[in-house]
Each structure stands twice: as structure tokens, then as C-alpha cells.
């Protein structure tokens, strides 16, 4: 039986995703996750237990493993698992990006610096001065990426990410990169994400995407991602060269990119360049068929890829045509979830592909900069791509979602609000 391992966080969106493709491949998926290593396989999948902050033990714990389960291809999904699956690569002598590029490609400082050594237009970095965006360096998402105008809401900033890095959840990961804070120049313009593949060494552009809606801050929410973007083929040529030349300084070779970008009057600058597929359930916005073949062989992102682990080129395959869309459902204010209405009034909406709300009843919401997570996802497709957006917009403007203060916490006579819901 031919098997894939599958390097993933265990709360990730995509693994059921990537579980139905290879099931359609005929071939079996060996996931390896941050779980417990202490309890006895708790989710009954024979997942490798690993610890991503422990680099050496978790290839080791990946190698032992695969004496009883030989491994063909390997697959990383979201950013903390791209360095480890490198080094699996290399240990099993399987295509792979490099171990270094992976990890320059996960911290944000060490990418900037690679870019700015190639020659490359990246945001100053060093006395930025105003405005400026403040970040961690090993975060995704946009999660604790905040713009500062003036020295006031730049301490402001510097402060809330602090506290952002101390909580629970993040130092739970055991990161040294959690200790870093970047501090850039704010670049304006029109902001594009980029999937792709490189096939050793060889770029091959999956789907560019728009994002209509301003990206200005204070905070930086992504909501909408549509393709194609309504760019000239200069402008994409434009976009395509830059993360090709921001791939090469990172000096990664083979796997999934996602890229993203700003374009301004005075050029592209690539903002990041992570070895790994676009993220949550976004990748249900692209579906592929083989060029110049039937259009019944449609398949997914998750397909491509894992075909792509076992040595297939992505040449052959392009994105389904025409538009596609998808809508990140932002949380509209911190607080308990206690009901969702108007779902069955999105899905009728004309150009609505499916709704997915992802978030569950009584779980705390936290919006960004603090929050990782979003209440769910629209997708639609349609003839153009501005009739896609549209039909998001009023999906979205069909949905209610009531949510509830946070129950705070009697703590002797007095009432306060628990810090360590955050």
C-alpha cells in the first residue's frame, strides 16, 4: 500500500479534507500530530505522536514508525510542522524543501532578511518609523499583527503582542521564535495571495487571489479570497516573478508554497513565502482538471498535493474556470456563541457553493489581533470573479449569529472577567 505522512496540528481544518482524497487515490495517509505522546492513540487513527518544539525526538518517533510503515511521500500542513516534515524528507531521502529554508520561510525576520540579500522589495525593518506594523514573527493568520500611526499605539502594540506570546496556548508550543517581535514599515497597497508548487525547483502557479477588501488596519482580518484577480497579464507576470524570486533566496525547492503580496506604485513586495498550502478550508475555493482533458477529472487541492508527494508533476493540472470565491467569516466581537440563523438563506443565495460554519455553540470567541479562528466559511463560484464577491457579501449579509457577553467570574464580592479565557 503505497502511504503518505501527513505532518499536521491536530486542530487543523484540512486533515478530513486530505483524509477523502486519499481515499480516492487508493492510498493510505499516515498522520503525524502534536497529540499527547502520554495517551495510548485518544483519536483511534494510528497518528504518530509528535512535538514540534522537540525537532530531534519527532523525526526519530517518524523514523521508528516507519520501520512497521514504510513512507512514499511526505505532506506538511500549517506552518509550525513545515521544518520537522524538512528534516523527515531528508532523513528518508524523499523530495522535500531544505530544513534551513523551511525554517527561514516560518520566521518572519529571517525571511525578510533573505529578501532584502537577494535584492527583493521587502518593508524596512530596522527604525521603520511611522506608520508601522508590529508582529510576531512566528505567528499565521494575521494573529497579533497590529499597525501603529504614532510612539504611543506602538507601545500600545508592542504591549498587546507581548501579552498575546504569554498566553497559555502559545507558550504551550515551546518556541523560542514566540520571544521575537518584528517591527516593519506599514506597506500600502493591494494585497494578493499566491498558491502554488514548486516541483523541484520548477514554480508552477496554482491560482492567484484577489483580496477586494482593504487590508489597512489597525488590525489586518483577511476576509475574502477570489480568483482570477482582475490583474493585466504585466501586472501577474509581475507577481508570479517576484515570490519566484523570493522562493529562490528562501532557497526552497519542492512542495507547496502560499505566498503573499502587496503591490504598490513602486512594485510588488512579497510579504511571505511559507512552505505549505493555503490554510483552514480555503483550499475548497480551487478545483482542478487536467489541461485540455475531460472536465468529469476534477479534483481537489488536497489531491494534487498528495499526488504531487508521490512524484506527479502539477504540470498538467489547472484551476477550474472560471470564478471562485471564499469568504472567511470574521467574528464580530468577543463573546460566547449562542446561535447561528439564516444558513439555509446563504446556501439559496444564486453563485453560493456550500457554508461551512466552523465555530461551535457556547464556545468564547476571540477576534483578531488575539484570535486564530474564524466562525466559518462561504464559498461561492460564478462567471466573473466580481459576481462571486457579490454573492458573498449577501450570503453573508444573511447571517446572524448571536453572541453573548463573556461570563465573567465572582471572585469574592467583586465580578471581573477571567483573563485566562483569552
Not at 398 to 419: C, I, K, Q
Request: a negative charge; glycine letters at 8%; hydrophobic letters at 45%.
Amino acid at each position: 500500500m503505497t502511504r503518505i505522512l501527513v505532518l499536521a496540528t491536530t486542530t487543523g481544518y484540512q486533515t478530513r479534507s486530505f483524509g477523502e482524497a486519499a481515499e480516492r487515490l487508493g492510498v493510505e495517509l499516515v498522520f503525524a500530530t502534536d497529540r499527547c505522546h502520554q495517551l495510548e492513540d485518544p483519536w483511534q487513527d494510528g497518528a504518530i505522536a509528535i512535538r514540534p518544539s522537540d525537532e530531534e525526538a519527532s523525526v526519530a518517533a517518524i523514523v521508528e514508525a516507519a520501520r512497521a510503515r514504510p513512507i512514499d511521500g511526505i505532506l506538511a500542513v500549517g506552518d509550525r510542522l513545515t521544518v520537522v516534515a524538512a528534516s523527515v524528507a531528508r532523513a528518508f531521502g524523499l523530495p522535500g524543501h531544505p530544513r534551513e529554508a523551511a525554517a527561514a520561510a516560518r520566521h518572519k525576520r529571517l525571511t525578510r532578511e533573505r529578501l532584502h540579500a537577494a535584492g527583493l522589495n521587502v518593508p524596512t525593518f530596522v527604525s521603520p518609523g511611522f506608520p508601522c506594523v508590529v508582529k510576531p514573527v512566528a505567528l499565521s493568520g494575521s494573529r497579533g499583527v497590529i499597525r501603529a500611526d504614532d510612539p504611543a499605539s506602538l507601545v500600545s502594540a508592542i504591549d498587546r503582542v507581548r501579552a498575546l506570546l504569554r498566553s497559555p496556548d502559545i507558550r504551550a508550543e515551546r518556541d523560542p521564535s514566540h520571544d521575537d517581535i518584528l517591527v516593519e514599515e506599514f506597506i500600502p497597497g493591494h494585497e494578493y495571495a499566491v498558491e502554488g508548487v514548486l516541483h523541484h525547483g520548477q514554480f508552477h502557479v496554482l491560482a492567484i487571489f484577489d483580496k477586494p477588501d482593504p487590508l489597512d488596519g489597525p488590525f489586518f482580518e483577511e476576509t475574502i479570497y477570489v480568483t482570477p484577480p482582475e490583474l493585466s497579464p504585466v501586472e501577474e507576470n509581475a507577481i508570479v516573478s517576484g515570490i519566484v524570486r523570493a522562493a529562490a533566496a528562501l532557497a526552497l525547492r519542492h512542495g507547496p508554497i502560499h505566498a503573499e503580496c502587496r503591490v504598490n506604485a513602486r512594485g510588488v513586495y512579497v510579504l511571505e513565502v511559507a512552505a505549505r498550502p493555503i490554510g483552514g478550508l480555503c483550499a475548497r475555493a480551487l478545483r482542478f482538471v487536467v489541461d485540455g482533458g475531460p472536465s468529469a477529472s476534477v479534483i481537489s487541492l488536497e489531491e494534487l498535493l498528495l499526488r504531487h508527494a508521490l512524484g506527479e508533476s502539477p504540470e498538467r493540472w489547472r484551476r477550474e474556470r472560471p470564478a471562485s470565491a471564499v469568504m472567511m467569516i470574521p467574528i464580530p466581537r468577543r463573546g460566547v456563541l449562542r446561535g447561528v440563523a439564516g444558513v439555509d438563506d446563504a446556501r439559496d443565495i444564486e453563485g453560493i457553493d456550500d457554508v461551512r460554519i466552523t465555530a461551535k455553540m457556547d464556545q468564547l470567541l476571540v477576534p483578531l489581533p488575539e484570535g486564530a479562528s474564524y466562525l466559518g466559511f462561504l464559498f461561492a463560484r460564478a462567471t466573473s470573479s466580481a459576481e462571486a464577491v457579490g454573492a458573498l457579501r449577501e450570503a453573508h449579509h444573511a447571517l446572524h449569529f448571536r453572541v453573548d457577553p463573556e461570563v465573567p467570574v465572582l471572585t469574592g464580592s467583586a465580578m471581573r472577567y477571567n483573563p485566562e479565557h483569552d
